[in-house]
């Protein structure tokens, strides 16, 4: 059974920094392209940041492109997500989720598993 596992969000003010973590299990991790997601308040979920399976391609959103840093470690089956220069715009639910697409994607339905969100908010 595939397990994904996010952790790291919080309350912050704006202007800082935080670090996601995900941790993923059941199913070999090196084989899989990773993604962060999030959804605000009254939205849809959109798209954040998705690695490869070697860690060797990253995705960006615009929104979050020169702010967020997307990198793996297949030694501890890990992914994280540094976010610098948070703003209120990004608050939001966090998720995690693996991709067979190994060179890594932006399209929803290519993600398979998905965590269960970590809660990221951002103060002014």
């Known amino acids: 059974q595939v397990r994904v596992v996010e952790s790291g969000g919080g309350l912050v003010q704006a202007g800082g920094s935080l670090r996601l973590s995900c941790a993923a299990s059941?199913?070999?991790?090196?084989?899989?392209?990773m993604g962060w997601w999030r959804q605000a308040p009254g939205k849809e979920r959109e798209f954040v940041a998705g690695?490869?399976?070697?860690?060797?391609?990253?995705l960006y959103a615009d929104s979050v492109k020169g702010r967020f840093i997307i990198s793996r470690d297949g030694a501890e089956n890990t992914v994280s997500l540094q976010m610098n220069k948070l703003n209120h715009e990004d608050t939001a639910v966090y998720y995690c989720?693996?991709?067979?697409?190994?060179?890594?994607?932006?399209?929803?339905?290519?993600?398979?598993?998905w965590g269960q969100g970590t809660r990221v908010t951002v103060s002014s």
């Open positions: 059941g199913h070999r991790f090196s084989s899989y392209a």
């Open positions: 989720a693996t991709s067979p697409v190994l060179a890594g994607t932006d399209v929803r339905r290519e993600y398979d598993y």
């Open positions: 690695i490869s399976w070697k860690g060797g391609t990253t």
